[in-house]
């Protein structure tokens, strides 16, 4: 359905001291790095896409939008634990730390934060075992 999903950033090196670890962690695979476009991009397994894309918005500042959010699959709810975990060791910030959303699914297991940007993220598992 998604060739990528494109966020952006005002800061690129901020941005991706944040995104590394956090999709190292779900196991998404970088797919290349240019810091001086400044962008880079992770591919989905088993790809080539869809691509998460980082970089620099083509014109002018980045500001977040209201409403909008990528969410990031994890396989289990420990990875979802890890992945906000690490998030907000790397500058993230809370908006709805990790646990069951019924209202979604009886298995919906998801935590909620914001990049340094200020960008809306979500990990979240969907698979009915605690693992």
């Known amino acids: 359905m998604f060739s990528h999903v494109f966020v952006a950033t005002n800061d690129f090196e901020r941005a991706l001291a944040f995104y590394r670890p956090l999709l190292a962690l779900l196991g998404v695979a970088e797919r290349f790095c240019e810091p001086e476009r400044p962008w880079a991009g992770w591919q989905s397994t088993p790809g080539p896409r869809p691509l998460l894309l980082l970089g620099a918005p083509f014109e002018g500042r980045h500001e977040p939008g209201n409403g909008q959010m990528v969410a990031l699959l994890a396989a289990t709810r420990a990875q979802v634990d ?46 009915a075992t605690i693992g």
Do not use: I, M, S, W
Request: proline letters at 9%; charged letters at 20%.
């Open 82 to 127: 890890q992945a906000y975990a690490t998030a907000l060791v790397h500058g993230g910030r809370c908006e709805g730390p990790p646990g069951l959303r019924p209202e979604y699914h009886a298995h919906y297991y998801g935590a909620y934060f914001r990049d340094p940007d200020g960008n809306k993220l979500c990990v979240a598992c969907h698979e």
